[in-house]
């Protein structure tokens, strides 16, 4: 059996999992999650179409680099905010690559939420986006 060093106990790859504190960050647009179709758009339970935009904190700190998703939903508030904080827009169209490495500041909660499994569970939401100049 081989071992690979990485540079990281198992407690700080864990630590990746846990949510961030709630407050205001500088983060960085990522890329969008993309299914294992390719594509970067995922059903709503109400049947609409999301995007999944992955964020690093750029902030200072012991969050810096800590991930984060926000979901767009097609046609509401959450996606419009979005599009305006990011230039991902290309006519009627979303480039998925334009924005990579645009920062943008957001405003970061905890919430508590039931897991797939039944247990309880604590998870960051971002509920503001603004862009950066």
């Given at each position: 059996?081989?071992?690979?060093?990485?540079?990281?106990?198992?407690?700080?790859?864990?630590?990746?999992?846990?949510?961030?504190?709630?407050?205001?960050?500088?983060?960085?647009?990522?890329?969008?999650?993309?299914?294992?179709?390719?594509?970067?758009?995922?059903?709503?339970?109400?049947?609409?179409?999301?995007v999944?935009?992955r964020?690093?904190?750029?902030?200072?700190?012991?969050?810096?680099?800590?991930?984060?998703?926000?979901?767009?939903v097609?046609?509401?508030?959450?996606?419009?905010?979005?599009?305006?904080?990011?230039?991902?827009?290309?006519?009627?169209?979303?480039?998925?690559?334009?924005?990579?490495?645009?920062?943008?500041?957001?405003?970061?909660?905890?919430?508590?939420?039931?897991?797939?499994?039944?247990?309880?569970?604590?998870?960051?939401?971002?509920?503001?986006?603004?862009?950066?100049?």
């Amino acid at each position: 059996m081989a071992i690979f060093t990485i540079g990281m106990t198992q407690e700080q790859v864990i630590a990746a999992l846990e949510p961030i504190i709630p407050d205001h960050y500088r983060i960085r647009f990522e890329g969008f999650l993309k299914g294992l179709d390719g594509s970067i758009f995922f059903s709503t339970q109400a049947g609409g179409k999301m995007v999944k935009a992955r964020f690093s904190v750029v902030s200072n700190g012991t969050e810096h680099g800590k991930s984060l998703v926000y979901l767009g939903v097609i046609g509401q508030f959450s996606f419009a905010n979005l599009a305006k904080a990011l230039p991902i827009m290309t006519g009627s169209g979303i480039d998925d690559e334009a924005a990579i490495g645009t920062e943008c500041e957001a405003d970061v909660t905890l919430e508590e939420y039931t897991d797939r499994d039944g247990n309880e569970a604590k998870g960051n939401k971002i509920k503001k986006l603004k862009g950066v100049m």
